[in-house]
């Protein structure tokens, strides 16, 4: 059995307006991760935006959410979430968007005290997991780590890094980047 890890911020749930603004918290997690300190994300928005600690909480998943998920358990492999968030408002989250009972396991920046996309944190999945993320400096940091790794490209932006550690493979929904982490007979 294989594990389909999903970063769950912005790729299984949609950060809506907060969007535009959780690049700031998550520059300053980056800095605590790089200098070896910690704050957890939900403080660490408080802090700097509240605007977006606010909307943490209520986010709603992507439709394509829970079919990406299903996929993946129908497949015989296990969905995990690799998350910068926490465990506990990770876990009422995926209560809230009813997602809870397709993931089996959830795993949180919180548990190493560093930041996506700090090696420690995918070194939390199991050696032969795939990564499916929304965010190219996650599929990055999967790469850099030794995992492999499927860029879900809403957008259909250019790859921002050039030729460096592109993903595995590149989709336009959750659900194509699940159908990709399938592995052969």
């Given amino acids: 059995m294989t594990v389909v890890a999903f970063d769950s911020l912005g790729t299984l749930f949609d950060l809506g307006a907060a969007g535009d603004r959780m690049p700031t918290v998550l520059q300053h997690a980056l800095s605590l991760t790089v200098t070896g300190q910690w704050a957890p994300l939900d403080e660490l928005a408080s802090a700097l935006d509240p605007k977006v600690a606010e909307a943490l909480p209520e ?6 959410a829970s079919a990406a998920l299903s996929r993946v358990g129908a497949g015989g492999d296990q969905a995990w979430v690799l998350t910068n968030g926490g465990l506990d408002s990770t876990r ?3 209560e809230r968007g009813g997602l809870a009972d397709i ?3 959830i795993r949180s920046a919180e548990e190493v005290e560093r930041y996506k996309p700090q090696a420690e944190v995918y070194e939390l999945l199991p050696e032969d997991a795939t990564l499916v993320s929304a965010h190219a400096w ?12 499927v860029w879900v490209n809403r957008d259909r932006r250019a790859w921002p890094y050039a030729a460096v550690l592109r993903p595995a493979e590149e989709a336009s929904d959750l659900v194509t980047g699940a159908a990709l982490t399938a592995q052969p007979a």
């Fill in 59 to 64: 986010l709603d998943p992507y439709e394509d």
């Fill in 92 to 94: 009422k989250l995926l």
């Fill in 103 to 105: 993931v089996a396991e």
């Fill in 138 to 149: 996650d599929v990055i940091g999967a790469r850099a780590a030794g995992r492999e790794a």
